[in-house]
């Protein structure tokens, strides 16, 4: 009896920590995208997590584009942005005030920081 209440209780400690450790990436995020050249492009999205999965929107001078594929996983994620002759790839790294993204666009791989907007 006492071995399976530990066992309970371990199962019930790590559910737990796993749903506690899940970064909260839910709102508005906005940043730049570092471009050849050391150019920059603005960004600002719009994230959603329920149950593991990652929904939202991208935000562009051109119009507002929904994110696909989106996926969490403790502090990593993946989404995919659908962009003329296909998609693109997004990859990151929740930290405590920041997000750390990896995305390809064109064949071209970049890096943007975002921020938490305020």
Not at 36 to 56: I, R
Request: net charge neutral; hydrophobic share 40%.
């Amino acid at each position: 009896m006492k071995k399976e209440f530990l066992v309970i209780s371990a199962f019930v400690i790590i559910t737990a920590f796993s749903f506690i450790s899940m970064a909260d990436i839910n709102g508005k995020w906005i940043g730049s995208l570092t471009l050849p050249g050391d150019d920059h492009f603005p960004l600002s999205y719009t994230f959603k997590v329920d149950s593991g999965k990652l929904t939202g929107t991208a935000h562009a001078p051109q119009g507002d584009v929904a994110i696909t594929d989106g996926m969490i996983n403790g502090d990593n994620f993946s989404f995919s942005i659908p962009v003329p002759g296909g998609s693109s790839p997004h990859t990151g790294k929740v930290y405590q005030d920041s997000i750390g993204m990896d995305l390809v666009y064109k064949g071209q791989h970049l890096h943007a920081t975002l921020k938490r907007d305020k």
